[in-house]
Every structure is written in structure tokens, then in C-alpha cells.
């Protein structure tokens, strides 16, 4: 149970962020600033998120079985090997981030709502 609680608070504030963001834009009555924030969020998870996630959870895979056979060199390996392959990695999320803009225009979105995302 203590194990889960850091997770548990983790995935509460990342989702109270977004909707707290979505609240106040939805006051500012511009339907466009708020597509350009649900697009800019869902192009986020869809980039970068689920990438980094999912490396990290095989990484934990991997140094989970390695320290449960006892070989703690094989799980500081493992860390600095995942590591460098999630910073080479992280390096290709970043450049996606920065152009969705002009990854949203190439599939015909509204100028204005890709300028927001």
C-alpha cells in the first residue's frame, strides 16, 4: 500500500492540472483557445507521454527481474542503459512537440486552433 500511495497523488494532480487549465480557459468564452488546449494536451500524451511511459515500464520490467534474480550490477546496467535510450528518445518527443503546429496544418486543422495546441 505505501508503494501506491506516491502513484495514487501522482496521477490526482496530473489530472486536477488539466481540468483546472480547462476550467479557466472555458471562462474566457473562446471556443478556439479551448480546442487548441484539448488538441495540445491529447498531441502531448500521444507524443510524449505514452512514449516515455512505456519505455519506463519495460526498464522496471527488466531491473524488477534482475533484482529479484540478485544481480544488482545487472539493474545499475539496466538504469544507465535506460537512461541514454529514453534521452535519445526524449530528443525525437521534443522536436514532435515543438511541430504540431505544423503537423496539425498538414492534416488540415484550423489555423488558429493548431497555433493554440
Do not use: H
Not at 502513484?7 to 471562462?27: D, G, H, M, P, Y
Not at 503537423?103 to 489555423?111: A, C, V
Amino acid at each position: 500500500m505505501q508503494a501506491t500511495f506516491p502513484n495514487i497523488i501522482i496521477a490526482i494532480v496530473t489530472r486536477l492540472q488539466e481540468t483546472v487549465n480547462i476550467i479557466f480557459l472555458s471562462k474566457l468564452d473562446d471556443s478556439d483557445l479551448l480546442a487548441g488546449l484539448g488538441i495540445g494536451l491529447t498531441m502531448t500524451n500521444l507524443l510524449g507521454l505514452t512514449v516515455i511511459k512505456g519505455i519506463n515500464m519495460a526498464l522496471e520490467t527488466l531491473v524488477s527481474q534482475a533484482a529479484g534474480a540478485g544481480n544488482l550490477e545487472l539493474c545499475g546496467v539496466y538504469l544507465n542503459r535506460g537512461r541514454f535510450v529514453m534521452s535519445i528518445i526524449f530528443l525525437f518527443v521534443i522536436f514532435g512537440i515543438f511541430r504540431v503546429e505544423s503537423i496539425l496544418l498538414y492534416y488540415n486543422w484550423d489555423e488558429s486552433i493548431s497555433r493554440y495546441a
